[in-house]
């Protein structure tokens, strides 16, 4: 009987920036546990990977806007024995003011990116301190740097995650844990997620696009040189800079008058 991998769980595994997770995990040595809405997405990439990389690779279909299922999810990472990592990568964003957007979205798209975050992390931690090890990467974005009208709720639970983050990080410190924690901050990625958004990437030069294979690798290797926040991409780096250096007044004007400042009506983009 062979010794257990470590297990690392990523959420919105089904595409994306999730899927290219799994893969350069799986290619590590990682047992996966994947997590989405779509059961069939999520079978097929866990079937992909065990034939690749010979890795043990359960799923688990769950929507983390759900109390009930979000729970399910919650109870395995606490009873993990050989949990090492966990990825909160799942989400979704929308266009359009919020006085004029449906409630009910914007209320799943705070459940997601904060309770769903929120709740999976501690019962990751609660696992990972009892064995001093391992970590979780919070999947944020550079908008959580930029308040810009028209998507108010993911900026704002954006920086959450990153306030968040933050403060987990002192904490362990504090304590002197070995246990790590991480914000990812990703620019425009090419994935489902802006072309179920409506966004045509012709409006957005090709160099500010990434692939999330480049993406993940940047977080894995900030992460194993405790890197507390990860932007990708050079030219991000130097934007996420210039914008903590501008005086918020300045900042506000700029993106008040920015044309992609209202845009509108359009439907919810999904990472499930």
């Known amino acids: 009987m062979r010794d257990a991998k470590p297990l690392a769980v990523v959420t919105g595994a089904s595409s994306g920036i999730g899927a290219a997770y799994a893969r350069a995990l799986a290619a590590r040595g990682y047992d996966l546990a994947l997590v989405a809405r779509r059961q069939d997405r999520l079978q097929q990439l866990a079937d992909e990977l065990a034939s690749r990389y010979h890795t043990g690779c359960a799923v688990l279909a769950a929507d983390l806007t759900n109390q ?113 924690v991480q914000a990812l901050c990703p620019g425009f990625t090419v994935t489902e997620f802006h072309d179920v958004l409506g966004l045509d990437r012709k409006a957005i030069p090709g160099g500010w696009w ?43 004007f700029a993106v008040v008058r920015g044309p992609a400042s209202l845009r509108r009506d359009r439907r919810p983009a999904k990472n499930p």
């Open 210 to 252: 990434m692939a999330a294979e480049d993406i993940v690798e940047a977080s894995l290797r900030g992460l194993e040189k405790g890197k507390l926040f990860v932007v990708p991409g050079l030219r991000y780096r130097l934007l996420v800079w210039l914008l903590r250096l501008l005086p918020r007044g300045a900042l506000h």
């Open 68 to 180: 009930t299922e979000l729970r399910k999810v919650e109870e395995f990472l606490a009873g993990a024995e050989n949990l090492a990592l966990l990825v909160n990568n799942a989400g979704f964003g929308t266009m359009g003011r919020f006085l004029e957007a449906a409630v009910e979205t914007q209320d799943a798209m705070h459940r997601l990116h904060v309770l769903a975050t929120l709740r999976l992390t501690h019962a990751a931690l609660g696992n990972l301190t009892a064995r001093n090890q391992g970590a979780i990467v919070n999947v944020s974005s550079v908008a959580a740097f930029v308040p810009r009208p028209g998507s108010t709720s993911y900026y704002a639970t954006k920086a959450w995650i990153n306030c968040f983050t933050e403060g987990l990080h002192l904490e362990l410190k504090g304590v002197g844990s070995r246990v790590r």
